[in-house]
Nanobody
């Protein structure tokens, strides 16, 4: 069993900051890419940021220069530092990871339950 648990969401005023965390736990042999996605009400889920085990990061166009993804490999944790938040950033933020469990021959993709971020104007 593999679980991804997000934390750190909440309500913040426009221009403010929040930091999200996600921990992958359970029977894990290795974790490849980890990422943050978000889904606003009535919209499709979109990629926010992705990070490789080597620390190479990529970002969605709407968050470049405002959000920073980071990672701790030893405990399968990623963070999303969000700054200069806008009302358009309001969404449920989901953690995503490619995980190998003991006995697996390939990576399987897992999702967290999500954490709500609300930015007020």
């Amino acid at each position: 069993q593999v679980q991804l648990v997000e934390s750190g969401g909440g309500l913040v005023q426009a221009g403010g900051s929040l930091r999200l965390s996600c921990v992958a736990s359970g029977r894990i042999t290795n974790v490849d890419d980890m990422a943050w996605y978000r889904q606003a009400a009535g919209k499709q889920r979109e990629l926010v940021a992705r990070i490789t085990p080597e620390g190479d990061a990529s970002y969605g166009n709407s968050v470049k220069g405002r959000f920073t993804i980071s990672r701790q490999n030893y405990n399968y944790t990623i963070y999303l530092q969000m700054s200069s938040l806008k009302p358009d950033d309001t969404a449920v933020y989901f953690c995503n990871a490619d995980v190998v469990r003991p006995g697996d021959m390939e990576f399987y993709n897992y999702w967290g339950q999500g954490t709500q971020v609300t930015v007020s104007s």
